[in-house]
């Protein structure tokens, strides 16, 4: 049983010997006053003793009469001593039968409220584990899904950066033929240009000669038209 537990049981038992005290003390006749009664009170089953308070001294002729009246006051009161000792020692059982009886019920009621405590805790203490065993299997789960996940995309990525780096090999090789390309046009389009320059200087010479020989072949026309013009005109006038 726990410490919280054990002094509830005992704050319960002083309570009940303390209620028991008071019950017992309201059941039991008053005891006398010290100056009205000749026996002091008994204090945990001693025996009564009696008050020693100052006698007067007896006449010579009553000393008879006062020694009957001694012996017998002294047992009355030695009967009523012993009356009072019964009723303490039978009070005294009682209370420790209260008592007893009182810490038995206590002590089975805050067992049963223990127990009732004990079990709720436990079945707090098991839906708690339940649910965060749900949590944890979900989370493991998700933890899971994750890994698989983050080793597919590692792959993917793997194989982009290995298409990356070949695209970047043939796109080098692309611009290097470009380049190439480029260089066979520029060489090309030079020569083509010496080349028709050239060629364009070859029929520029060819044209004038040609115009030269075609001046020339018109002016021969022209002479020998306007010399056969002369001769008709010069066989007109003679004949």
Same mark, same amino acid.
């Given at each position: 049983?726990?410490?919280? =537990?054990? %002094?509830?049981? #005992?704050? /319960?038992?002083?309570?009940? +010997? @303390?209620?028991? &005290?008071?019950?017992?003390?309201?059941? $039991?006749?008053?005891?006398?006053?010290?100056?009205?009664?000749?026996?002091?009170?008994?204090?945990?089953?001693?025996?009564?003793?009696?008050?020693?308070?100052?006698?007067?001294?007896?006449?010579?002729?009553?000393?008879?009469?006062?020694?009957?009246?001694?012996?017998?006051?002294?047992?009355?009161?030695?009967?009523?001593?012993?009356?009072?000792?019964?009723?303490?020692?039978?009070?005294?059982?009682?209370?420790?039968?209260?008592?007893?009886?009182?810490?038995?019920? =206590?002590? %089975?009621?805050? #067992?049963? /409220?223990?127990?009732?405590? +004990? @079990?709720?805790? &436990?079945?707090?203490?098991?839906?708690? $584990?339940?649910?965060?065993?749900?949590?944890?299997?979900?989370?493991?789960?998700?933890?899971?899904?994750?890994?698989?996940?983050?080793?597919?995309?590692?792959?993917?990525?793997?194989?982009?950066?290995?298409?990356?780096?070949?695209?970047?090999?043939?796109?080098?090789?692309?611009?290097?033929?470009?380049?190439?390309?480029?260089?066979?046009?520029?060489?090309?389009?030079?020569?083509?240009?010496?080349?028709?320059?050239?060629?364009?200087?070859?029929?520029?010479?060819?044209?004038? %000669?040609?115009?030269?020989?075609?001046?020339?072949?018109?002016?021969?026309?022209?002479?020998?038209?306007?010399?056969?013009?002369?001769?008709?005109?010069?066989?007109?006038?003679?004949?």
């Amino acid at each position: 049983m726990p410490k919280q =537990s054990k %002094k509830s049981a #005992e704050r /319960i038992e002083n309570e009940a +010997q @303390t209620k028991a &005290v008071e019950d017992l003390s309201r059941e $039991s006749p008053e005891p006398e006053s010290p100056d009205s009664s000749p026996i002091l009170h008994e204090r945990d089953g001693e025996t009564p003793i009696v008050a020693r308070g100052g006698k007067k001294r007896p006449l010579p002729d009553e000393e008879g009469h006062s020694g009957d009246f001694g012996s017998e006051m002294q047992k009355m009161l030695e009967c009523f001593g012993a009356d009072i000792s019964k009723t303490l020692i039978s009070k005294r059982k009682r209370l420790e039968q209260l008592t007893h009886n009182t810490l038995r019920s =206590s002590n %089975k009621k805050v #067992e049963d /409220i223990w127990k009732a405590q +004990q @079990t709720e805790r &436990v079945k707090l203490q098991e839906e708690y $584990s339940k649910q965060i065993g749900t949590v944890f299997s979900q989370w493991e789960v998700d933890i899971d899904k994750t890994r698989d996940q983050e080793e597919k995309l590692t792959v993917l990525f793997k194989q982009q950066q290995k298409l990356f780096q070949q695209a970047r090999i043939v796109q080098g090789q692309r611009l290097k033929t470009i380049r190439q390309l480029q260089e066979q046009f520029s060489k090309g389009m030079d020569e083509l240009d010496k080349c028709h320059l050239t060629q364009q200087s070859s029929v520029q010479s060819e044209l004038k %000669k040609e115009m030269g020989l075609l001046q020339k072949k018109i002016l021969m026309d022209t002479q020998q038209q306007e010399m056969a013009n002369v001769r008709k005109s010069l066989q007109t006038m003679l004949f």
